[in-house]
């Protein structure tokens, strides 16, 4: 009776998937025969709807954390809060150091410009992913990038403003850069533009952002806190559980910071779950953490019992809720375009772009097995076209320019093969939207675990550089240890390009003198040829 009863259970399971089965074949079958299988071309390209919305969902899982990571980096800028914003003590007057105290005033301002920036980031990844699924018909998500962030909050703008070029204006350099990259490929020259640039330096510059970002992520500001300033040393060990506000110098308690510990076991998370290959794991570690960090009364709560942890609370009981951008959106300033850091600027962020959505739109390629004989791949043209598109919404949204995300790979390994899964992928974004509330409660310390991972991942690249030729690997360590070390992104690239130049110098004279040696026999040559025909002749007329 026991195996009756196990083969009935069998049966009954059968039973109910084969209509299951058969529902999911008829939908397929149906969606390939209409408009939108026919657009996507899903029988042309061996794929069906639901693998394409698996795909998807795939993709979106893998890059979902750039909506919080991307809102808390842009936020250290400070947005367009000033001190203005500040609250004035009672018989007295705002400082310019109240930006960078503990000030209630300017708190709520700056926790109003992290929800806008985090609508700004889902909308421009919304509209993105859903540009590149309709226009080329690709499988890609995009969204706000890694590095260009990290290097508008803390490069450009600065910590709180503090840096040389406002945030208006430096939206208005994303604004000008996106255009030229439309332009640049629109004409064909992104290619011969990203050959410019030495190869070993190319490689160098995905690592030195990697190590960038990841040092953000192990600071107190935007991550762990493991690392902090010192006066001696300039930076030391910490996750102290006790640091100054002001400066960030550890008072006492050396690596005894509950945030870090917490925020250790969710960076444990995410790199077991990557090498377990499981998909969402960067989502897992920060999820984790973040669960952990909502009740209050602990040492790691994000809602501490104060007016301001108050405030956080009550908006974050809200759950659901649409938040409108009030301060980021068109807010563009021209003003300061004279300057030669505005120009520096420009130029950085339009080589990261192109050598960054080159390098990426390629890789991807290859993995879903789109690029032909000749090295290219249907809907190329128009993908460069959608993502400097992309960054120009993004920068009138007032976030950091988007690009296509390596993470995409995730959905292609699942079979998406066409721009159905990156229009699921824009949908999901736009779900994300009316869960602002919890979205914007994520602690610094959940995303500090997935800068660091970040770093890790984008360190692979090294492995490309020839090690072995100190040509090519000076200028790449240069280009890399600079980034970190004087928290510049633009640092890294001229130094490594100022190193290969000077190190190439020797050849190109070398060269020149070969050039001139070849040059000086071939005259001596003609010489001695004229001077033997007027000999000749000479003897002639003689005779």
């Known amino acids: 009776m026991g195996g009756g009863g196990d083969g009935g259970g069998s049966s009954g399971v059968g039973g109910f998937r084969n209509p299951l089965r058969n529902i999911e074949r008829a939908l397929n079958e149906a969606i390939a025969r209409s408009f939108v299988g026919k657009y996507f071309k899903l029988e042309a390209r061996n794929s069906c709807f639901t693998k394409e919305l698996r795909a998807g969902l795939a993709t979106f899982l893998t890059m979902a954390y750039i909506i919080t990571v991307n809102a808390n980096i842009l936020a250290d800028s400070g947005g ?65 990038g890694m590095g260009p962030n990290a290097y508008l909050a803390y490069n450009l703008v600065g910590f709180h403003g503090s840096g040389p070029i406002p945030y208006r204006t430096a939206l208005a350099i994303l604004l000008v850069e996106g255009c030229a990259f439309v332009a640049v490929s629109a004409l064909g020259l992104r290619s011969k533009l990203a050959k410019l640039i ?25 991550g762990l806190g493991l690392v902090g300033p010192d006066p001696a040393t300039l930076v030391t060990l910490t996750a102290c559980s006790r640091t100054n506000p002001e400066t960030g110098e550890c008072i006492g308690g050396k690596m005894q ?35 952990v960090s909502w009740f209050r009364g602990t040492a790691v709560t994000y809602f501490p019992h104060s007016p301001l942890g108050d405030e956080k609370f009550n908006y974050f009981q809200k759950v659901v809720d649409f938040h409108k951008i009030q301060t980021t959106a068109g807010v563009l300033s021209f003003n300061g375009f004279n300057r030669t850091p505005v120009w520096v600027a420009l130029a950085t962020l339009f080589y990261i772009d192109v050598l960054a959505t080159t390098g990426t739109l390629y890789t991807l390629a ?69 869960f602002t509330p919890l979205l914007s409660s994520v602690p610094p310390w959940a995303i500090g675990p997935s800068l660091v991972m970040v770093g890790v991942m984008m360190m692979k690249v090294v492995k490309e550089i020839e090690w072995g030729n100190v040509k090519e690997s000076a200028p790449a360590f240069i280009t890399m240890i600079l980034m970190p070390l004087t ?10 390009i100022g190193v290969y130049v000077a190190l190439s110098l020797y050849d190109q004279v070398v060269r020149v003198m070969k050039w001139l040696g070849k040059m000086k026999r071939v005259v001596s040559k003609e010489q001695n040829q004229v001077s033997a025909s007027a000999a000749n002749a000479e003897l002639v007329s003689v005779v």
């Not at 030495?198 to 935007?222: D, E, H, M, T």
């Not at 870090?260 to 989502?283: P, Q, R």
């Open 80 to 144: 367009t809060c000033s001190m203005a914003d500040c609250s004035v003590p009672v018989n007295g007057n705002a400082s310019p150091d109240c930006m960078f105290k503990p000030n209630p005033g300017y708190q709520n301002c700056l926790a109003t410009t992290k929800s806008d920036l985090m609508v700004g980031t889902i909308l421009s990844a919304m509209i993105g992913s859903f540009a590149m699924g309709v226009l080329a018909n690709l499988p890609l998500g995009l969204a706000p």
């Open 198 to 222: 030495p190869k070993s330096v190319r490689f160098a510059c995905a690592a030195g952002i990697g190590l960038f970002i990841a040092f953000v992520g192990l600071q107190v500001n935007q």
């Open 257 to 291: 910071s509950p945030t870090f510990w917490l925020g250790s076991i969710g960076f444990v998370i995410m790199a077991y779950g990557l090498m377990k290959e499981l998909k969402g794991s960067m989502i897992y570690g920060i999820v984790f953490v973040t669960l």
């Open 366 to 434: 290859e993995i879903g097995g789109f690029v032909n004989e000749r090295g290219n791949f249907e809907g190329e043209y128009m993908a460069y076209i959608v993502d400097g598109g992309s960054t120009v919404v993004a920068a009138l949204l007032g976030v950091s320019p988007v690009a296509t995300y390596v993470e995409s790979s995730a959905g292609i390994r699942e079979g998406g093969r066409t721009g159905l899964t990156a229009v699921v992928v824009s949908f999901c974004f736009m779900m994300s939207l009316f």
């Open 487 to 496: 928290y510049s992104i633009a640092n890294g690239i001229v130094g490594g």
